[in-house]
Nanobody
Framework: QVQLVESGGGLVRAGGSLRLSCVAS????????MGWFRQAPGKEREFVAA????????VYADSVKGRFGISTNTAKATVYLQMNSLKPEDTAVYYC?????????????WGQGTQVTVSS
């Protein structure tokens, strides 16, 4: 059974940083794309960042480019999202996803989400 377990969310002031972690288990993720999405209250889920399991390729949403960094540690089966220069508009539930690019489809695996709140 595939499991994606996120952690690292919390409350931070604008300009601060957080690092989210997603521990993946239950199958081999070689060849998969791992990603982060977020959903703010009253808004649709949106793509944040993605990375190949090997870490060779990354892609970011324009809204986070230059502020967020995605990385993997395959030995720990963990995907990270380093979030710097946080803004109140980054407030959302952040979800980890795994699947075939492009992510966001019904066949992807999803975590339960972790709340990130950025105060002004």
């Amino acid at each position: 059974q595939v499991q994606l377990v996120e952690s690292g969310g919390g409350l931070v002031r604008a300009g601060g940083s957080l690092r989210l972690s997603c521990v993946a288990s239950g199958r081999t993720f070689t060849g998969y794309t791992m990603g982060w999405f977020r959903q703010a209250p009253g808004k649709e889920r949106e793509f944040v960042a993605a990375i190949t399991w090997s870490g060779g390729s990354t892609v970011y949403a324009d809204s986070v480019k230059g502020r967020f960094g995605i990385s993997t540690n395959t030995a720990k089966a963990t995907v990270y999202l380093q979030m710097n220069s946080l803004k109140p508009e980054d407030t959302a539930v952040y979800y980890c996803a795994a699947g075939v690019w492009p992510l966001g489809g019904e066949n992807d695996y999803w975590g339960q989400g972790t709340q990130v709140t950025v105060s002004s």
